[in-house]
């Protein structure tokens, strides 16, 4: 049970609007701490959906959901935000960093909230962030005179300041060039294997999937294969 | 310094905004400053006609009533439950004025908050100069103690008030009766009093109050003359004046006097209910015109922080994502509504005192008003940035809230 980063039991949720329709039907997934998943699929086979209710951001679901080997099912959204405040990080298709501030604030905001260092503490783990995507020049621009590239990289340093054992991403990739594309592969790859951290991921792309630990596959709101590879 | 991130996140959204942010703060300025205006224009003219009002009227007056008979006799005598009636009742004859005045007076100054005492005898009388005549009041006073209460000196417009004390038949008019019967100092007029009593008096001084009516029948005698006008002998007093320590107690004062005197007692509230109506009336003008005015800086408030949610929608949905609570969040768009409060109050406050020093120094100029009379009291600043706040806090909070129930998963799904 220690080596659980996240589990699922009979996770089940609806949309009711415009028709009752059944989006995932009784989905048991279990991942290891250290792993690298990536979860494929076609459009609408759910697993976005499934990511958002993994994220603990989506509460509108039947089942159970335990991460790190704690049930999160039922508990409060000030809860949740707290749990997510400081074991998970995100990474979106989109940046969706805040334009008002400068990308280094941004990579901050977590931490501050989290409030477990001091300013001056933070301000270092967020530099040493964007030093390691290879963006510590631009820390002081705001966010919005960045390229896309670049604001991705900011994003996923913001997703890793509080060092979450969980880091969930929705089509990271889906707006990078091959260039970048492979310096964030590369970089998820060193966070799992040398830090000790568990990527979710949902992605259209084959060829980051094909790279990933191990490829979860979904259609019609259901795993069609849990394909333990290694 | 350690900021908290709230605050942080708020000022970067104020100030990311600066246009939005000064317009905000300019509606609450607006409320403040006008606040601070009004409040006091309106304290300042109602101490001024609080003060102008106790030129004439004492703190509380003392007289003795004309009583109709009543049932207590009868009551006293038959003292079982049957019931009396008495058709037609009469006032009951009795001796007019205060009986032994100067032994009511010794004991009135008994009272500690008692600071000034004085007896008077109103005569209601014509006055006549060749063949007009003109009714009005003789106030048989005590001219030096009526000077000390209300300042009869400063409405003099010649002559010297204390000739009523040398002159043995001098009289004070009005500036009214001077006019129409066209006298002068020095001059002789014919006093008839209700009683038929006449007397040719010398005009030893003529004053002007800012109130026509009082200038056209009012006159002072010396009270001994007054008496001799109504033909009555030296301890006859129809009324006592009685100014206390603070005029804000009359009421209560004056209850007590009453009870111990055992004469009717009237304060200057009592006295002076329009006065006191207008007051009331002033302040619900003032207090709706104020309401309007900070009703509408909270609209303003309400309307931008609204704006901004929803331009913010998707940042506030990463917020909730990285782990903001909703309280959080609440916290964010709530402090921006308390900092452009502070903003505008504070900018407000001085604007208010600015606009309020300035409007003192317009000159009137009428009656004995030089210029417009303005207050500078400090609660109402305070109270102006408090209410100043509240709005902001009141317009924030929706918004705010809403903010807090952004759905993150609807916004970043899309």
Redesign the interface.
């Known amino acids: 049970m220690e080596n659980i980063a996240l589990k699922t039991s009979n996770l089940t949720k609806f949309f009711h609007d415009p028709v009752d329709l059944q989006v995932l039907k009784g989905i048991e997934l279990e991942v290891k701490k250290r792993e690298f998943v990536s979860i494929i699929g076609k459009s609408g086979c759910g697993k976005s959906t499934l990511l958002y209710i993994l994220s603990t951001m989506d509460t509108d679901y039947e089942g159970e959901l335990f991460i790190n080997g704690v049930k999160t099912t039922g508990r409060s959204q000030n809860e949740l935000a707290k749990l997510r405040n400081e074991s998970i990080g995100f990474v979106f298709q989109f940046h969706y960093l805040l334009p008002d501030f400068t990308c280094l604030k941004n990579v901050m905001i977590p931490a501050l909230r989290l409030g477990k260092l001091s300013y001056k503490e933070v301000e270092e783990r967020a530099y040493e962030k964007l030093k390691m995507f290879g963006v510590e020049e631009q820390a002081n621009k705001q966010a919005n005179k960045l390229s896309g590239g670049q604001q991705q990289r900011v994003a996923i340093a913001r997703a890793l300041i509080n060092e979450p054992t969980i880091i969930m991403c929705d089509e990271p990739t889906g707006n990078l060039d091959s260039k970048n594309t492979g310096i964030v592969f590369d970089l998820f790859q060193k966070l799992t294997h040398e830090f000790g951290q568990t990527i979710i991921t949902v992605t259209h792309d084959e060829d980051f999937a094909r790279r990933s630990d191990r490829i979860i596959e979904m259609a019609d709101g259901a795993i069609v294969s849990h394909g333990h590879k290694s | 310094m ?2 908290n ?1 709230n605050t ?2 708020a000022l ?2 104020l100030a ?1 905004r600066k246009k939005q942010t000064a317009v905000a703060a300019m509606g609450v300025m607006f409320g403040v400053s006008m606040f601070i205006f009004m409040q006091s224009l309106m304290k300042g003219t109602n101490d001024y006609f609080e003060k102008q009002s106790f030129n004439t009227t004492p703190h509380i007056r003392l007289y003795s009533e004309n009583k109709v008979a009543d049932l207590h006799m009868l009551n006293t005598f038959f003292k079982d439950s049957s019931v009396k009636i008495m058709p037609n009742p009469k006032q009951l004859e009795q001796r007019q004025g205060i009986i032994d005045p100067y032994g009511v007076i010794n004991l009135i100054k008994k009272n500690p908050q008692v600071t000034n005492i004085t007896p008077q005898v109103s005569a209601n009388v014509f006055y006549t100069s060749g063949s007009v005549q003109l009714n009005g009041t003789a106030d048989g006073v005590n001219i030096t103690q009526e000077d000390q209460m209300f300042d009869v000196q400063s409405n003099m417009v010649c002559g010297d008030l204390h000739d009523l004390d040398r002159v043995n038949n001098g009289i004070l008019i009005g500036k009214g009766i001077a006019d129409k019967l066209s006298l002068h100092l020095g001059d002789n007029i014919t006093v008839v009093s209700s009683v038929g009593v006449t007397q040719i008096m010398r005009i030893v001084g003529i004053f002007a109050t800012t109130i026509k009516q009082t200038d056209e029948t009012k006159s002072y005698v010396n009270i001994i003359q007054a008496q001799n006008l109504m033909a009555k002998d030296r301890s006859y007093v129809t009324d006592l004046k009685v100014n206390i320590k603070d005029y804000n107690n009359a009421p209560q004062v004056a209850l007590d006097l009453g009870a111990l005197t055992g004469y009717k007692t009237e304060d200057w509230v009592q006295a002076n209910q329009n006065l006191k109506a207008a007051f009331k009336i002033r302040a619900v003008i003032l207090n709706s015109v104020i309401g309007v005015i900070l009703l509408v800086a909270g609209f303003g408030i309400y309307n931008i922080l609204n704006m901004t949610i929803y331009e913010k929608i ?2 506030i ?12 969040v609440t916290s964010v768009f709530l402090q921006q509504a308390i900092y452009i409060g502070i903003i505008g109050g504070l900018i407000g406050l001085g604007v208010g005192y600015t606009l309020t020093y300035f409007v003192s120094r317009i000159y009137i100029g009428a009656g004995n008003l030089r210029y417009l009379p303005m207050s500078f009291y400090v609660p109402h600043y305070v109270e102006a940035i408090g209410f100043g706040i509240l709005t902001t806090l009141a317009a924030g909070y929706f918004p705010a809230h809403k903010a807090s129930k952004v759905d ?2 609807s916004i ?2 899309g």
């Open positions: 350690k900021v991130v942080e996140i970067t959204y990311a998707k940042e949905a990463i917020l909730k994502a990285t782990g903001f609570s909703g309280k959080s993150p998963v970043i799904r």
